[in-house]
């Protein structure tokens, strides 16, 4: 099954609306560039003329600070900005979803929230560098879970929620999202095609989701 490459086009509504559509529809971080978050922003300035911005997501996450990069521009844009989960919003991904004043996903959309991963070599101190590492990016990540939340999450809620059941994150349906506060809006069932390719890669719409990290993966 091909991947779908990320897009970027404006299109007028039937009110005559001028809206920026940005899909983000492979590996957060790949397909455009080096890091992933510059193409993303020039293209934001692009549509700074937009009445609103359209942001479709199906995507198994990627690169945590070309994410991180991406929601804040998202949150400093100045007109309004609607998010669309088309399949899955997975890891990093749910963060940049975090960033819509409104979040709508179908029925049969998947949310996926861990803690961040890394991979390293090395000696004790680099372990423990890396540890420390990882505590302040996950900080950065809850942060924008908890703001899109309010109240309906707890911090702790937040946390266990990260870990999940065996300690890889946790698998949301659209509803249970919704019930969190991820989720704003829930539309009718959009038609998914998923499949397992292998023992670690997922194609969800058409779009690779490398599983190999995560132990829990029955969604």
């Known amino acids: 099954m091909k991947e779908i490459d990320n897009l970027f086009h ?3 509504n039937q009110y005559g609306m001028n809206i920026g559509e940005i899909r983000l529809y492979s590996p957060i971080g790949e397909g455009w560039n080096e890091d992933g978050a510059v193409e993303f922003n020039n ?3 692009e549509m700074r003329e937009c009445d609103e911005i359209h942001v479709r997501i199906n995507s198994g996450g ?3 600070f070309s994410g991180n990069a991406m929601y804040a521009s998202l949150k400093r844009f100045p007109k309004p900005v609607k998010v669309y989960v088309d399949g899955i919003a997975a890891s990093i991904a749910s963060v940049i979803m975090c960033a819509g004043d409104e ?11 861990h803690r961040p991963l890394n991979q390293i070599a090395g000696n004790v101190d680099d372990m ?4 420390a590492i990882l505590e302040k990016v996950q900080e950065t990540i809850e942060e ?4 899109k939340c309010g109240k309906k999450l707890t911090r702790d809620k937040l946390k266990d929620l990260l870990i999940g059941e065996f300690g890889d994150g946790t698998w949301l349906s659209a509803r249970e999202a919704q019930e969190l506060g991820l ?12 499949q397992i390719d292998d023992l670690s890669n997922a194609v969800i719409n058409g779009v690779k989701m490398d599983l190999s990290n995560f132990k829990n993966t029955q969604i």
């Open 128 to 131: 423990k560098e890396n540890i």
């Open 10 to 12: 404006t299109f007028k």
């Open 144 to 147: 924008a879970y908890l703001n």
């Open 43 to 45: 293209k934001l300035d």
């Open 62 to 64: 990627g690169s945590v």
């Open 183 to 194: 989720v704003d809006t829930i539309e009718h069932e959009c038609l998914v095609a998923a």
């Open 103 to 113: 979040v709508i996903c179908p029925s049969n959309a998947i949310i996926m929230v």
